[in-house]
């Protein structure tokens, strides 16, 4: 499996080699935790996520075929076959994708381990990709392909839910400090460590929550804010129907036009 659209062999400089390095740091955390993100298997994080689902599947039809894209350990996998006849779970890690398969014990999913970011579907497969608190795993210089091809595989007037983490906040203040914060993090990796990053990217440490998750290190992440996504979104053809900034994340409903 290619995790990367990047050539093979020898990496040409020190972004690949960063970004080959990332990829290695982004599964540990997953692949070294046994509990659900969840404490109530299927719950939704928020009543903005909650929303967003219900008008998610309202707006693809009910025979529709789903994506959901970097499905984690299922949480939101369960609750779309409920509602869809076929629901494609993937994800890079072997282990969420273990325990979506434990979680989901139904015969409309199937489970397909690769990388988001080298999608293995053919052009106009899915009626919905629901895409939930991942947009952090994608490195900034490879947005654009990435959504060209999110763009490739939603049949025309398909449409995707995205939740894209950020540093902005409803109130002013919360967004300057996370804003300093990220740029703290910029700054340290960037100048101190000497890392190929790019405005938005950052390392932070992570502790484990509890005796479940034995990760800990430094893991990366990607800040984004909701100009530069309406600009991206508006470039790779999809038309925004919903988008709300909330608890750390936007909101997202997109259709391809
Ligand atoms: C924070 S979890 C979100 C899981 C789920 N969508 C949810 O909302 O509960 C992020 C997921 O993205 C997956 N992931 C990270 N990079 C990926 C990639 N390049 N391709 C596919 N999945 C990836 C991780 O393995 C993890 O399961």
């Given at each position: 499996m290619r995790i990367l659209?990047?050539?093979?062999?020898?990496?040409?400089?020190?972004?690949?080699?960063?970004?080959?390095?990332?990829y290695?740091?982004?599964?540990?955390?997953?692949?070294?935790?046994?509990?659900?993100?969840?404490?109530?298997?299927?719950?939704?994080?928020?009543?903005?996520?909650?929303?967003?689902?219900?008008?998610?599947?309202?707006?693809?039809?009910?025979?529709?075929?789903?994506?959901?894209?970097?499905?984690?350990?299922?949480?939101?996998?369960?609750?779309?076959?409920?509602?869809?006849?076929?629901?494609?779970?993937?994800?890079i890690?072997?282990?969420?994708?273990?325990?979506?398969?434990?979680?989901?014990?139904?015969?409309?999913?199937?489970?397909?381990?690769g990388s988001m970011l080298n999608?293995?579907?053919?052009?106009?497969?899915?009626?919905?990709?629901?895409?939930?608190?991942?947009?952090?795993?994608?490195?900034?210089?490879?947005?654009?392909?990435?959504?060209?091809?999110?763009?490739?595989?939603?049949?025309?007037?398909?449409?995707?839910?995205?939740?894209?983490?950020?540093?902005?906040?409803?109130?002013?203040?919360?967004?300057?400090?996370?804003?300093?914060?990220?740029?703290?993090?910029?700054?340290?990796?960037?100048?101190?460590?000497?890392?190929?990053?790019?405005?938005?990217?950052?390392?932070?440490?992570?502790?484990?929550?509890?005796?479940?998750?034995?990760?800990?290190?430094?893991?990366?992440?990607?800040?984004?804010?909701?100009?530069?996504?309406?600009?991206?979104?508006?470039?790779?053809?999809?038309?925004?129907?919903?988008?709300?900034?909330?608890?750390?994340?936007?909101?997202?409903?997109?259709?391809?036009?």
């Amino acid at each position: 499996m290619r995790i990367l659209a990047l050539p093979r062999g020898k990496t040409k400089n020190k972004r690949e080699k960063f970004l080959r390095e990332i990829y290695e740091n982004i599964i540990l955390p997953y692949e070294l935790s046994d509990g659900y993100e969840e404490e109530v298997v299927g719950e939704f994080e928020n009543k903005f996520e909650e929303e967003h689902f219900h008008n998610f599947i309202s707006f693809v039809k009910p025979k529709a075929q789903i994506l959901d894209l970097a499905c984690g350990d299922g949480r939101h996998t369960l609750k779309l076959s409920d509602n869809m006849e076929h629901v494609i779970a993937f994800d890079i890690s072997p282990k969420n994708l273990k325990k979506a398969r434990r979680k989901c014990l139904k015969k409309n999913v199937s489970y397909v381990k690769g990388s988001m970011l080298n999608l293995p579907f053919r052009p106009q497969t899915f009626d919905g990709v629901w895409f939930s608190q991942a947009f952090e795993y994608i490195p900034p210089d490879l947005r654009e392909s990435f959504l060209k091809q999110l763009n490739h595989i939603l049949k025309t007037n398909g449409m995707s839910f995205m939740s894209v983490e950020t540093w902005m906040n409803t109130n002013t203040l919360t967004s300057l400090k996370e804003l300093l914060s990220d740029f703290k993090l910029f700054c340290y990796w960037k100048f101190l460590k000497r890392k190929p990053l790019i405005w938005g990217e950052f390392l932070y440490y992570c502790a484990p929550r509890g005796a479940a998750e034995r990760f800990s290190g430094w893991h990366y992440h990607v800040h984004t804010d909701k100009h530069t996504l309406r600009k991206l979104l508006d470039n790779y053809g999809f038309i925004i129907k919903r988008m709300d900034v909330k608890c750390g994340y936007i909101y997202l409903l997109v259709v391809k036009s």
